[in-house]
Nanobody, 125 residues
Framework: EVQLQASGGGLVQAGGSLNVSCTAS????????IGWYRQAPGKEREGVTC???????????VYEDSVKGRFTISRGNAKNTFYLQMNNLKPEDTAVYYC???????????????WGQGTLVTVSS
């Protein structure tokens, strides 16, 4: 069974940074895309980032425009772990962040197949 658990959220001042983590199990970590999405209070789910394998087996990440240049997704040294480094946080980044498996970015749309409990990131002004 696919399980994903995000952690590391918290309260941070605007301009600050956070690194949220994901621990995953039950899927082919090396073969399927991984990513993050978020949901702000009263708003619909928004894709944040997705990292996919390309034909030469090198992973390539894509980002939602509002976070590009500020957020970075990475795989951990340990298997079944990955991260979202968030820099220069803004109040509009406030949301529950979810890590996800089987992530794809097709025709300009992020899609996620599996997810678990999210972690709340609150950015104060």
């Amino acid at each position: 069974e696919v399980q994903l658990q995000a952690s590391g959220g918290g309260l941070v001042q605007a301009g600050g940074s956070l690194n949220v983590s994901c621990t995953a199990s039950g899927f082919d970590y090396d073969s399927y895309g991984i990513g993050w999405y978020r949901q702000a209070p009263g708003k619909e789910r928004e894709g944040v980032t997705c990292i996919e394998n390309i034909s030469n087996h090198i992973s390539s990440a894509v980002y939602e425009d509002s976070v590009k240049g500020r957020f970075t997704i990475s795989r951990g040294n340990a298997k079944n772990t990955f991260y979202l480094q968030m820099n220069n946080l803004k109040p509009e980044d406030t949301a529950v962040y979810y890590c996800a498996a089987e992530c794809t970015f097709v025709a300009g749309i992020f899609e996620y197949e599996h997810w678990g409990q999210g972690t709340l990131v609150t950015v104060s002004s």
